[in-house]
Nanobody
Framework: QVQLAESGGGLVEAGGTLRLSCAASERTVSIYTMGWFRQAPGKGRTFVAAISWSGGTTYYADSVKGRFTISRDNAEKMVYLEMNSLRPEDTAVYYC????????????????WGQGTLVTVSS
């Protein structure tokens, strides 16, 4: 059972930067795809980014491409989401997730989830 814990959320002005972190409980997370999803107020949970177990393959939602970067440190059991040029529409609860599948981009392919961290971008 993989347990995940996000941190790093907060309030930031538009154009600012935040770095989210996700700590995993198991060293075996190194063989999992890791993903970030977000859920804005009143909306469904949507894909943001995913990274393969080796870090060699990444996927991004079109809305964040060029602004967000996903990375991982398997030795430290950590996954990161660097968010630059933040916009008010990036305001959401951000979730870290783990999957044994090859870099999936839908919520139902991720069995393990963290509790989420809130990111608020002011205009």
């Amino acid at each position: 059972q993989v347990q995940l814990a996000e941190s790093g959320g907060g309030l930031v002005e538009a154009g600012g930067t935040l770095r989210l972190s996700c700590a995993a409980s198991e060293r075996t997370v190194s063989i999992y795809t890791m993903g970030w999803f977000r859920q804005a107020p009143g909306k469904g949970r949507t894909f943001v980014a995913a990274i393969s177990w080796s870090g060699g393959t990444t996927y991004y939602a079109d809305s964040v491409k060029g602004r967000f970067t996903i990375s991982r440190d398997n030795a430290e059991k950590m996954v990161y989401l660097e968010m630059n040029s933040l916009r008010p529409e990036d305001t959401a609860v951000y979730y870290c997730a783990a999957s044994r599948r090859w870099v999936p981009q839908t919520t139902d392919e991720y069995p393990y989830w963290g509790q989420g961290t809130l990111v608020t971008v002011s205009s």
